[in-house]
Nanobody, 115 residues
């Protein structure tokens, strides 16, 4: 299983950013996918999740209405569209899949929201 996240960077408050996660080594279309984020010294927290079809999604309360988590099963890619970004969204973002009871994480991509 390999998850390669990209798309992080520096963005101003109220700006937008789209993260991508290229997946390989497993049948992407058969697994729920998730994005987590982590602040320095803190545990990872769930940002959003999506089912195999893409029709059902979950968002943490602070992300509702600002983030979306589309997926492209044909290209084994997960996205996180982040709008109306706030300084408190600054964190390292990880894509995640659980397969056979094992958690797999991408390397993470840093998002910095600052003026």
């Amino acid at each position: 299983v390999q998850l390669v996240a990209s798309g992080g960077g520096l963005v101003q408050p109220a700006g937008s950013l789209r993260l991508s996660c290229a997946a390989s080594g497993f049948t992407f279309s058969s697994f729920f996918m998730r994005w987590y984020r982590q602040y320095p010294g803190k545990e990872r927290e769930l940002v959003a999740a999506i089912d195999t079809t893409g029709r059902n999604t979950y968002y943490a309360d602070s992300m509702k209405g600002r983030f979306t988590i589309p997926r492209d099963n044909a290209n084994s890619t997960l996205y996180l569209q982040m709008n109306s970004l706030k300084p408190e969204d600054t964190a390292v973002y990880y894509c995640h899949v659980m397969r056979d009871g094992i958690n797999y994480w991408g390397k993470g991509t840093l998002v910095t929201v600052s003026s």
